[in-house]
């Protein structure tokens, strides 16, 4: 009886070890790796948003990041996720960004429809010069950071519409401000604006959104790490843990019999 609630317990804290999401995996609603040529919108986050590629102008390309990577020369990858700041006052995205060339304003993620809503860009309009940059509301943030077309460079935006502030991540730079959105669309585009164009032209990895505002520490954590692998379900892990614990408990019971008999 005692060694039944052993394996009772040591199940249990088996599968709460193996459900608890990681850093990786609590507040992720969106994460596409661009791994899959025949399903290059595809949401590995486990979520389901899968993206609608643009019929052209986004291809697949095996230089990635890590893995494959969207090749953007025009084209978009529009995802159903609303991301106002009315529906999610806190979040955070981002990406692995390698563009081909440096002009113009370009946008990496964006669902602005003209009021400088939620997108990070390559924009002039917070520096003088062409920046990696994050829009606020009423304007452009600047990182004053030029982007490479040589390096993969990882860009991520933290919003708090609570505590009306937007930081901006570019490698190892942070830049923060004080920001007041108004309504946007209700869906976001990778590689284009979808209010006003200005699209992206090179290379974009592993994007990711969050329902949360993640600390630098975190993003920090995402920029070191990456995404390696598709993100597996929680509770399926947790499944997979327990089955395996009890698995372990029956066949030590089955093996019992025989050690008795030997006596």
Do not use: C
Request: aromatic share 10%.
């Amino acid at each position: 009886m005692k060694k039944l609630l052993t394996l009772a317990a040591t199940a249990s804290t088996t599968a709460a070890l193996l459900g608890a999401p990681t850093a990786a995996q609590a507040g992720l609603i969106g994460l596409y790796q661009f791994n899959d040529a025949a399903q290059l919108g595809l949401d590995t986050s486990g979520a389901g948003r899968d993206g609608t590629v643009s019929s052209s102008g986004a291809d697949y390309s095996a230089a990635g990041y890590q893995g494959g990577a969207a090749s953007f020369s025009g084209g978009s990858v529009s995802v159903n996720l609303d991301v106002n700041a009315s529906v999610l006052p806190k979040m955070s995205w981002g990406a692995w960004v390698k563009p081909t060339s440096t002009r113009g304003y370009q946008t990496i993620l964006s669902a602005d429809n003209g009021g400088y809503d939620r997108e990070i860009t390559i924009d002039a309009r917070g520096s003088g010069f062409n920046s990696w940059s994050a829009f606020t509301g009423t304007g452009v943030l600047s990182s004053y950071v030029t982007p490479s077309t040589t390096d993969w460079t990882f860009v991520a935006a933290v919003y708090d519409q609570v505590a009306r502030l937007v930081t901006l991540y570019v490698d190892g730079v942070m830049t923060m401000t004080s920001t007041n959105f108004s309504p946007s669309f209700n869906f976001f585009q990778i590689g284009h604006n979808p209010g006003h164009g200005e699209a992206f032209t090179g290379l974009i990895d592993n994007v990711f959104v969050y329902d949360q505002a993640l600390t630098s520490t975190e993003i920090a954590a995402i920029r070191a790490n990456g995404f390696p692998a598709p993100v597996p379900e929680p509770a399926s892990l947790a499944l997979v843990g327990l089955g395996g614990v009890l698995a372990l408990g029956v066949s030590r019971r089955q093996r019992r019999p025989q050690a008795a008999s030997l006596k």
